[in-house]
Structure formats: structure tokens, C-alpha cells
């Protein structure tokens, strides 16, 4: 079965930095991307990251702030966020594709989902 499963969630300051992961199983992803869903909001993108030579995107709302990576050897990607607003409140979801990614990214993009972690913003 194809699983992917998010951590790191929490909450706190404005001001601060956290690191989600997320970990993987069942398959490879060629890409592997994050995206959140405030409440009573539209899911939206975040960050993704290709394998070998595949580059990252970065949604204007966070870029800047955020880095994306991942390790493939231990079937991990990571979201390292500085600088949190309470705009980035919000379910942040983990997601891949075995599909090529040759633009910035969106939702539908993506084929698999974890079940999401909940990032709160306290100001």
C-alpha cells in the first residue's frame, strides 16, 4: 500500500521556525510536494521538490521563508519553515506524483496524500 505520513506539526510563536517531515512507503515519487488548507480556505501550494535534477518550486505566499528537501535513502522529505506568520496557520498536507513536474504546481498535480499535520500560528 502507498503511504505517506506527515510530522512535526505544533503549535507556536510568530517569529519561529519548525520542520515537518514526512515519510514514505510503497513507492518512489519522482516529485514530492507539500500544500495546506487553512480553515474555511482552498488547498494551496507550498513547495515541491524532484528527485535527481528535478529542481523545486515555491508558492509566492512562503517563499523565502521556507526550504524543501528531501532524503531518498531513508524515504523522507522535510519542510523547514522560518519565520512563521499566522497566515501559515493551517493542515499542511504531504503529497506525490510519479508524474514530471515542468511548472509550478498545483493541488491536482499530485496523486497520493498523507492525512495532513496541523501548523498553528499564535500572534
Known amino acids: 500500500q502507498v503511504n505517506l505520513k506527515e510530522s512535526g506539526g505544533g503549535l507556536v510563536q510568530a517569529g519561529d521556525s519548525l520542520r515537518l517531515a514526512c515519510t514514505t512507503s510503497g513507492r518512489a515519487f519522482s516529485w514530492l510536494g507539500w500544500l495546506r488548507q487553512a480553515p474555511g480556505a482552498a488547498r494551496e501550494f507550498v513547495a515541491a521538490?524532484?528527485?535527481?535534477?528535478?529542481?523545486?518550486y515555491y508558492g509566492n505566499s512562503v517563499e523565502g521563508r521556507v526550504t524543501i528537501s528531501r532524503n531518498d535513502g531513508e524515504n523522507a522529505m522535510y519542510l523547514q519553515m522560518n519565520s512563521l506568520k499566522a497566515e501559515d496557520t493551517a493542515t499542511y498536507y504531504c503529497?506525490?506524483?510519479?508524474?514530471?513536474?515542468?511548472?509550478?504546481?498545483?493541488?491536482?498535480?499530485?496523486?497520493?496524500w498523507g492525512q495532513g499535520t496541523l501548523v498553528t500560528v499564535s500572534s
Open positions: 503529497a506525490g506524483t510519479n508524474s514530471q513536474i515542468r511548472r509550478l504546481p498545483g493541488p491536482r498535480d499530485f496523486d497520493y
Open positions: 521538490i524532484g528527485g535527481v535534477s528535478g529542481g523545486t
